[in-house]
């Protein structure tokens, strides 16, 4: 298995609140990337890294903010939670971007519920 | 632009029955395409893959294969267990961008 760590697991926060998740990585893959799943949507991106400090906005990255400061460790921060933004968050690394290892691996994701 | 578009679900199959599900894609440029298998609870693990015209993924007794004319990655088994149960994503990723399109899952239940 990739070695991919989320934390926290679970998170329960009230409306307004910032809540920044973790996702650590000790494969160093250059590329680290931020989903959301909900029902009926399968997997969205959020905000991708291609580097340290290279980052870059997906296709629902409105709300979110991201940071890199170090190749293993990728953060997503929601400045003010709302409640559409509850929903089950995965992290993923891929090692290129093309060729044979142009692969994501993701994490065991984060349940994040805003009440 | 790029998309995916996998059959609906949910799919409930007798333990042993063939498994069709259907995926077609468009992108631009020559896209590589996976599908992904999600175990309840977990994250998504790669099931398969091709990264050009014609070439067909395999693993586990599940296959794929990249058809360039009709845009379609469908996955087959030709027997599936209870242990197949899952939620499968197919998937594309392009260069430009570095990015992995999702589809929205197909949820497979297998019954003994």
């Known amino acids: 298995d990739a070695g991919i760590t989320q934390s926290p697991r679970h998170k329960v926060t009230e409306t307004g609140t910032p809540v920044t998740l973790r996702c650590h990585q000790t494969e160093n893959h250059r590329y680290m990337y931020w989903y959301r799943q909900d029902p009926g949507h399968g997997l969205r991106l959020i905000h991708y890294s291609y580097g340290v400090k290279d980052t870059d906005k997906g296709e629902v990255s409105d709300g979110y903010s991201v940071s890199r400061s170090k190749t293993e460790d990728f953060l997503l921060t929601l400045e003010s939670a709302t409640s559409s933004q509850t929903s089950v968050y995965f992290c993923a690394i891929s090692e290129r971007s093309e060729g044979a290892k142009n692969i994501q691996y993701f994490g065991a994701g984060t349940r994040l519920s805003v009440l | 632009g790029n998309s995916v578009t996998q059959m609906e679900g949910p799919v409930t199959l007798s333990e042993e029955a063939f498994l069709t599900i259907n995926c077609t894609y468009t992108?631009?440029?020559?896209?590589?395409l996976f599908w992904y298998v999600q175990y309840p609870g977990e994250g998504l693990q790669l099931l398969l893959k091709?990264?050009?015209?014609?070439d067909k993924g395999s693993n586990k007794g599940f296959e794929a294969t990249y058809r360039k004319e009709t845009t379609s990655f469908h996955l087959e088994k030709g027997s599936v267990q209870v242990s197949d149960s899952a939620v499968y994503f197919c998937?594309?990723?392009?260069?430009?961008?570095?990015?992995?399109?999702f589809g929205t899952g197909t949820s497979l239940t297998v019954i003994p």
């Open positions: 992108a631009t440029g020559y896209p590589s």
């Open positions: 998937a594309l990723s392009v260069t430009t961008g570095n990015q992995f399109y």
């Open positions: 091709a990264t050009k015209a014609d």
